[in-house]
């Protein structure tokens, strides 16, 4: 796009001349780096690499632990992609009828410098597109627990008065897709009844922690540890 605007423009002026120069080695910088990341030559070479790098500066040293972190991640995990915890149409929590979603695709990327003309251009464009989505995909790791597949619904918040006598209110949100909180309402008591039934345990070892192991004193009748 920018380079397609840039055949078409004919400003000779000082920030056009700029611009042209900025994206000329911004171009220049992508197609070696774009080599680079499609041989898989370097990949095998990258250790070797990094054994014989020598950081002179803050910004070598920050380099250096860019690419040692990457590569301790592909070490470990050859085969795996950076879409591996991508949301499936299917359980995509950020999926909406209504509103654009902005995929992991669209915003993860490399840029060559994020100063001058040509990276405001590219920030102000994003920046005006994406204002017209609704909400952000992220990665999204699904656990299953006992062979069930669990997501959030619902969620409590205690809320503490300051003053002396510290009173508590509880109350209940639901979730929507993008796990927001939604339909703030107080607890119910069927709410607080399925709270207490999924807090409750049967297991009588639970249970017996006010079971006396001596005489009981004269002024208890009887202890019932259910």
Same mark, same amino acid.
């Given at each position: ?34 080599? +680079? ?20 500066? =803050? ?19 050859? +085969?795996?992609?950076?879409?591996? #915890?991508?949301?499936?149409?299917? +359980? ?10 902005? &995929? ?16 405001? #251009?590219?920030? $102000? ?5 994406? &204002? ?8 999204? /790791?699904?656990?299953?627990?006992? &062979? ?40 119910? /008591?069927?709410?607080? $009844? /399925?709270? =207490? ?9 639970? +249970? ?5 192991? &001596? ?6 009748? #009887?202890?019932?540890?259910?």
């Amino acid at each position: 796009m920018h380079e397609d605007w840039i055949k078409q423009c004919d400003e000779v002026e000082e920030d056009m001349q700029e611009f042209r120069r900025e994206f000329k080695i911004s171009k220049t910088i992508g197609d070696k780096i774009e080599q +680079k990341l499609f041989n898989r030559k370097n990949l095998e070479m990258f250790e070797q690499r990094l054994n014989n790098f020598d950081s002179h500066t =803050a910004f070598d040293h920050d380099c250096y632990k860019v690419a040692f972190d990457d590569f301790a991640l592909y070490s470990e995990y050859p +085969k795996t992609t950076i879409f591996r #915890n991508q949301p499936t149409p299917d +359980k995509n929590p950020y999926f909406d009828d209504e509103n654009k979603t902005i &995929g992991m695709e669209m915003y993860i990327s490399v840029v060559a410098d994020t100063k001058g003309y040509l990276y405001s #251009n590219i920030e $102000e464009n994003i920046n005006t597109e994406f &204002g017209e989505y609704g909400s952000v995909e992220e990665p999204t /790791v699904y656990i299953p627990i006992t &062979g069930t597949l669990y997501e959030p619904k619902s969620a409590l918040v205690f809320y503490k008065s300051l003053d002396k006598n510290a009173m508590m209110y509880v109350e209940h949100f639901d979730m929507d897709r993008n796990g927001n909180l939604i339909n703030a309402h107080p607890l119910t /008591v069927n709410e607080a $009844e /399925v709270l =207490a039934k999924s807090l409750n345990t049967d297991e009588e070892k639970d +249970k017996t922690f006010l079971k006396s192991k &001596g005489i009981l004193p004269t002024n208890i009748l #009887n202890i019932n540890p259910s």
